[in-house]
């Protein structure tokens, strides 16, 4: 649900990156923190155990310009991805105007990447969404890696809905802003319809 | 359940605006903020300029939703009201229309007390203007139907 205000003439939208444990949804923020024009970006937010791993949320604010006189600013979150923490996810939810779908191509996390799939559309659902609408992109990450599933094996399995999708290596930084672009896109196209389902 | 964008307009974003000018006097409040539960920034009175405002919404959208979850596990709806004590400023958050959260920051000038009482009274008026805007944000369209590829495009140059 995107907020506009008239009177700051302010667009926020919500954009959260979900996926399996370890699949590098918090390198992803972290490369666009890094990249970013530092005006564009605000602080980057971490809350995370003392082993680095996402214990809450990430949270990166950016602010990409004016459309029609209006300040664009996304808020992008990552969800903590093990999976006992669900009830974190369900919250960071909240809200979510897009989603980008960040899998692990290592062939040993193909059941883990299914398992996160279903549960993001499970989250969705609870939290009133329509899975089969709502902005989607999905990201193949760590292609850099060896023993890796084939993109055609990828698709099949995570792709249902034909949404685009981005090959990534995130700790390089190849993919991470083709991923970012696609899912703003479809954020806007969205908030052109009215943003209802 | 509709997802459709939330909307504020000028008079009802200065009503709240006036509404939390209030409070921060009534209060003798430092600053004060009114966030949506999602984590995005409405509109505040008093010195903003010392706090990340962004990272301010974000989390204290998180604490609520943290503590939500925490009151459900004991058969609570939600937490409605959190105060947070520091060595020389103190924070009080609380659930406002369902859907905002009202924070307020303060140090020794005032009480805690003090501060939930006034809380309560700008709840009250933030509700009704939230009624409005609610009802006005449904009528409204947003005037992004004429959203072009090259808008969007436009972003990314």
Redesign the interface.
């Known amino acids: 649900m995107s907020f506009i205000n008239y009177s700051t003439r302010e667009i926020n939208c919500k954009v959260v990156y979900y996926g399996p444990g370890l699949c590098g949804k918090t390198t992803n923020l972290q490369f666009i923190y890094k990249r970013m024009n530092p005006e564009a970006r605000g602080k980057m937010i971490s809350l995370a155990t003392e082993s680095e791993r996402t214990l809450f949320f990430d949270f990166l604010p950016l602010s990409l310009g004016e459309i029609r006189g209006f300040k664009t600013r996304f808020h992008l979150y990552t969800v903590p991805g093990q999976v006992f923490y669900d009830a974190s996810r369900r919250l960071i939810l909240r809200g979510v105007d897009g989603v980008v779908f960040c899998a692990d191509s290592q062939l040993t996390r193909v059941d883990a990447n299914e398992e996160s799939m279903e549960n993001l559309r499970g989250n969705l659902r609870e939290q009133g969404y329509d899975p089969e609408r709502l902005p989607l992109v999905i990201q193949y990450n760590k292609r850099d890696l060896p023993n890796i599933a084939s993109l055609a094996e990828l698709h099949a399995l995570l792709n249902r809905r034909n949404v685009p999708e981005f090959e990534s290596s995130a700790t390089t930084g190849g993919g991470v802003f083709e991923t970012l672009k696609a899912v703003i896109k479809l954020v806007l196209i969205d908030l052109k319809r009215g943003g209802r389902q | ?10 008079p009802e ?2 009503a709240l605006l006036s509404i939390l000018r209030k409070l921060l006097v009534d209060a003798s409040a430092k600053v004060v903020f009114l966030v ?5 920034l ?1 509109a505040s009175a008093g010195d903003a300029f010392g706090f ?1 405002t ?2 301010l919404a ?2 204290a959208a ?1 604490n609520i ?2 503590t ?2 925490l009151a459900n596990l004991i058969g609570e709806k939600e937490f409605s009201v959190l105060f947070h004590e520091g060595e020389r400023d103190n924070m009080h958050l609380s659930v406002v229309a369902e859907r905002l959260i009202l924070v307020v920051v303060f140090d020794r000038r005032s009480s805690v007390g003090l501060v939930r009482l006034r809380v309560r009274q700008a709840t009250a008026r933030i509700t009704t203007v939230m009624a409005v805007a609610l009802a006005a944000s449904d009528a409204e ?7 072009t590829e090259a ?2 495009e ?3 140059r």
Request: proline share 0%.
């Open positions: 359940m509709s997802h459709g964008n939330f909307i504020l307009r000028e974003y200065e949506d539960k999602n984590g995005t409405l990340d962004t990272s974000s989390l998180g939703a943290a939500g979850g369209s947003g005037g992004f139907e004429e959203l808008d969007i436009s972003l990314f």
